[in-house]
């Protein structure tokens, strides 16, 4: 629901109902992953999306059945074998869905107007929401809030709430959405309870450093997959703003003051990308990049200028460890020479070492196409 929080937040303001089919639980191949979400409102209006297209005529059914009655719904989709042209998913995957009602003057809805507000804000924002266990709980949701508290209730006991809450709070820390299981003691109300947290933190950042053309190419690039992006270099002629429409912020200062000048507001996040290919920038960027807990590093430049470029940062006392952090030179092998191609290697790069992948091809092989984070330890999208 999170993920389409601009929008319902839109609808919420205009009064309208609505339901919300979220995505709770993903098997095999699948093209949305939990937390996706559709919204179907009672003009039938529809925002978001939770396959892709496989199945989303009999989830808007599903939204407006849910606006009639009122009741909460978990459905799964998969693949047939004996019908082919079933409703399913055609990849092979098995999706279960969620659907709840929210309509004004509710307790969800004033759960979700207060979640969704905040997710919209660009604020870090967790929902825990009931997907499996006892029916009456079923759909039943609480909001935690950044500054502690709690808006909301799951409506089984008072424990059942407060282990939620901490459920969700650890998981908003880390930036990941996922399904937790509580166990009958910590529910107090019979019988295991399953939860979908979503969270909802504010946009990775992207520090490029460098003011050039390739710089340009990489800010767009950067926007389109969801980074707050920074260009940052020490030569005001080059750093301005319409030299980078597409960046959020121009920054003219030497690239390694303005990175300690940043480094309580850097996460495990955070891609740095050092385009300058200048020892006299680079290499106190790196000596202190290498030695953050970002989620990537990479400097452009010829093999030639990342073999002086390691020794001098060897110089600097790097170890090989923290060397070893360095993607250098930056980017995919994709045969790139304009500036919107190198931006592409880089972003398939980045993409890669978030998801765990190779960055080889998917033709012929036969290795998941989809990687999951908690095996690779790498957040999940927000």
Known sequence: MLDIAEELTRWCGEGRDFAVATVVDVSGSAPRQPGAALAVD????????VSGGCVEGAVYELCQEALESGAARRER?????????????????VID??????????????????????????????????VDGPRELLGAALHVRTD???????????????????EARALLD??????????????????????????????????????????????????????????????????TPDRFPEADEIVVDWPHRYLESQADALDARTVVCVLT????????????????????????????????RLARLREAGLTD????????????????????????????????????GTGAPLTGAHTPIHHDPALTGSPAPS
């Open 174 to 239: 880390a930036g990941r959405t996922a399904t937790v299981g509580i166990g009958e003691e910590g529910s107090r109300c019979g019988r295991p309870v399953r939860l979908l947290v979503e969270s909802s933190v504010p946009p990775p950042r992207m520090l490029v450093f460098g003011a050039i053309d390739f710089a340009a190419a990489l800010a767009r690039a950067g926007k389109f997959l969801g980074h707050h992006v920074t260009v940052c270099d020490a030569r005001p002629v080059f750093a």
């Open 97 to 130: 869905i969620l659907v709840t009602p929210l309509r004004a003057g509710t307790a969800a809805r004033a759960v979700a107007e207060s979640a969704l507000a905040a997710a919209a804000a660009g604020e870090a924002s967790a929902v825990a929401r009931v």
């Open 77 to 93: 989709f998969g693949y047939s074998d004996e019908d082919a042209f079933a409703v399913g998913l055609t990849c092979g995957g």
């Open 277 to 308: 290919h200048d020892a006299k920038f680079d290499v106190p960027l790196l000596e202190r990049a290498l030695r953050m807990p970002l989620a990537y590093v990479g400097a452009m430049g010829s093999r030639r200028t990342h073999l002086d």
């Open 148 to 166: 502690g508290g709690v808006d909301g209730t799951l409506g089984g006991h008072p424990m059942l709430d407060a282990t939620a809450a901490a």
């Open 42 to 49: 009672t003009a039938g209006e529809v925002v978001g999306s």
């Open 321 to 356: 460890a923290e060397l070893s952090l360095l993607r250098s030179p930056i980017g995919l092998d994709l045969g790139a020479r304009t500036p919107e191609e190198t931006a592409l290697s880089i972003a398939a790069e980045i993409v890669a070492a978030r998801h765990g």
